[in-house]
Nanobody
Framework: QVQLVESGGGLVQAGGSLRLSCAASGRTFSNYAMGWFRQAPGKEREFVAAINWSGSSTLYADSVKGRFTISRDSAKNTVYLQMNSLKPEDTAVYHC???????????????????WGQGTQVTVSS
């Protein structure tokens, strides 16, 4: 079993930055790929970014490419999402997630993730 706890959300003006953190406990964190998803009110949960187990490969949604950066610190069992140049359309609840059978080919697929955090609210004002 894996437990995931997100933090770092908040209210920020457009153009600002936030860094989200996801602390993992339970099974060996360093063996698993990790992803960030977000869900805005009335919308489906969507992929944001993912990183493989070693940190050597990352994937991003087109909407955040060049503005967001995912990273991980296996010594701290933590994955981060650095969000720069935030826009009002980035407003959502952000969730981190992981899965036992994730591969680079499947890291964008929501259904491939087995464990989810409760989420942290990010609100970007215009």
């Amino acid at each position: 079993q894996v437990q995931l706890v997100e933090s770092g959300g908040g209210l920020v003006q457009a153009g600002g930055s936030l860094r989200l953190s996801c602390a993992a406990s339970g099974r060996t964190f360093s063996n698993y790929a990790m992803g960030w998803f977000r869900q805005a009110p009335g919308k489906e949960r969507e992929f944001v970014a993912a990183i493989n187990w070693s940190g050597s490969s990352t994937l991003y949604a087109d909407s955040v490419k060049g503005r967001f950066t995912i990273s991980r610190d296996s010594a701290k069992n933590t994955v981060y999402l650095q969000m720069n140049s935030l826009k009002p359309e980035d407003t959502a609840v952000y969730h981190c997630a992981t899965g036992r059978t994730l591969t680079i080919a499947t890291m964008k697929s929501l259904e491939r993730y087995d464990y989810w955090g409760q989420g942290t609210q990010v609100t970007v004002s215009s």
